[in-house]
T-cell receptor, first 111, second 113 residues
């Protein structure tokens, strides 16, 4: 079956530093990936997505990198702020199939 | 515009009871998904609707779980003879089209005593 996992379950960073959250996936047929942010008591919130025909996509203060060779996805957050503290999930999708979510990484920003 | 809404936000019930959880997707979104999330875990897929029909219900854990979407908009997840192990946050998401970006509701926290 599919496996979407994160290398680090917890991450603490100083405010203003950059954060990198990693995710591994196992199914080479996955062609769409999404990063979600989930704050306590809330549903996951879409951050950024990327399709398999790209290896990098940038948003506002966030960048997603996709390395299909090693089936690795990362989320980079620039100038991390206290409001970025949350659990971050990656999700993968195979066309016509469901989305699979990883366990999540808890990001704590230290003021 | 309104996002995905779910009611109730919290539901406490006793073992063996029947519960219904409701999801109102974003207007115009044809695809609707139900997930279950346990503490410290990512969302676990339950069922996916395209329009009125269940396109994939492979995630439903057993026949106590059932979901409907009779008019292709609002969906109800129904759980019969609830068990303590059913306690979790039930999340609903909708997307404009299949395999499109999913937008989540706030979830319903179900507690089975």
């Amino acid at each position: 079956g599919e496996s979407v996992g994160l290398h680090l379950p917890t991450l603490s960073v100083q405010e203003g530093d950059n954060s990198i959250i990693n995710c591994a996936y196992s199914n080479s047929a996955s062609d769409y990936f999404i990063w979600y942010k989930q704050e306590s008591g809330k549903g996951p919130q879409f951050i950024i997505d990327i399709r398999s025909n790209m290896d990098k996509r940038q948003g506002q203060r966030v960048t997603v990198l996709l390395n299909k060779t090693v089936k690795h996805l990362s989320l980079q957050i620039a100038a991390t702020q206290p409001g970025d503290s949350a659990v971050y999930f990656c999700a993968e999708n195979i066309p016509g199939n469901q989305f699979y979510f990883g366990t999540g990484t808890s990001l704590t920003v230290i003021p | 515009g309104a996002g995905v809404s779910q009611t109730p936000s919290n539901k406490v019930t006793e073992k063996g009871k029947y519960v219904e959880l409701r999801c109102d997707p974003i207007s115009g979104h044809t695809a609707l998904y139900w997930y279950r999330q346990s503490l410290g875990q990512g969302p676990e897929f339950l069922i996916y609707f395209q329009g009125t029909g269940a396109a994939d219900d492979s995630g439903l854990p057993n026949d106590r779980f059932f979901a409907v979407r009779p008019e292709g908009s609002v969906s109800t997840l129904k759980i019969q003879r609830t068990e303590r192990g059913d306690s979790a946050v039930y999340l609903c998401a909708s997307s404009l089209k299949p395999s499109g970006t999913q937008y989540f509701g706030p979830g319903t926290r179900l507690t089975v005593l």
